[in-house]
């Protein structure tokens, strides 16, 4: 690769700081998920080297091509972390071996989610194990929604290029699922 920076590269950096745990999972595919969908305005070219975009005009391109899709909060959260993943792909291509991710959860929450794992060690979301040690298949990733406190739902081998269609199709299925209350 001449220069290291595009799209690909960038994507592959955040699979990389997720493989080497250098930030969470899902924040490493919640930045991707952004990342794609904001930067496919992009044309081929444009997308060789993300370095010398205005992400601005890039994510107002975004926001008048699709804006009939996602809510005016969605639209401004997927700005958000457009320039945060170009934020952390830069400053890693500068300084590789210095490289850190601040994260919002502190030491005592961490030795706090290590007992509380260890508590319920006995509840079936244990048996299943985490979200981070499901596999994936080549051009897809997963995600974890909450659904409502103490349940995360985790979605496997998602393909990058899903479709409103698919999208649908996967919804009817998750609403098969519902018990009535």
Known sequence: MANAYSLDDLLDFLDHASDRGLMPAATAQALAVASRNVLAVLSD???KDVSQQDLDAVIKRFNNKRAKDFSPSSLKE???RLHRAVGLFLKWRDDPANFTVKTRATTVARKKDRSSVAE????PTS???SSS???TAPGTYQSSIP?????VVTLSNVPYDLTKAEAERLAE???LLAIEA
């Open 147 to 151: 659904v409502r406190p103490g349940a």
């Open 45 to 47: 070219q444009e997308k």
């Open 120 to 123: 319920d060690a006995d509840s």
């Open 173 to 175: 299925f998750v609403r």
């Open 133 to 135: 040690t499901l596999p």
């Open 127 to 129: 048996l299943i194990g």
């Open 78 to 80: 997927y700005g958000r």
